[in-house]
């Protein structure tokens, strides 16, 4: 069974920086696109960010240019940097695992997410 454990937010002001992690548990993680989305209070699921296998970024336009996804297949981890954050980037972020895509639903596996709240 794949399990994903996000970690890595916090509370931090407009401007400032966070960097998320994701592990994940299980033997096929090189395989896998991991993605990042978020969802914010009163407000559906939205995507953040995405890695491939072969390592190919997507980025959902509000976020590019200040985000930054990678993956370290020898650590089963995958990261968001995170920098000049602004109070609208306040959500709860989940890890998603499976297929390279925008779309939610091509994932298979979730992490239950990390809370990130931007003050101004």
């Known amino acids: 069974q794949v399990q994903l454990v996000e970690s890595g937010g916090g509370l931090v002001q407009a401007g400032g920086s966070l960097t998320l992690s994701c592990v994940v548990s299980g033997r096929r993680f090189s395989a896998y696109a991991m993605g990042w989305f978020r969802q914010a209070p009163g407000k559906e699921r939205e995507f953040v960010s995405s890695i491939s296998s072969g390592e190919i970024e997507l980025y959902t336009d509000s976020v590019k240019g200040r985000f930054t996804i990678s993956r370290d297949n020898a650590k089963q981890t995958v990261y968001l940097q995170m920098n000049s954050l602004q109070p609208h980037d306040t959500a709860v972020y989940y890890c998603?695992?499976?297929?390279?895509?925008?779309?939610?639903?091509?994932?298979?596996?979730w992490g239950l997410g990390t809370q990130v709240t931007v003050s101004s």
């Open positions: 998603a695992a499976g297929g390279w895509s925008r779309n939610a639903n091509a994932y298979d596996f």
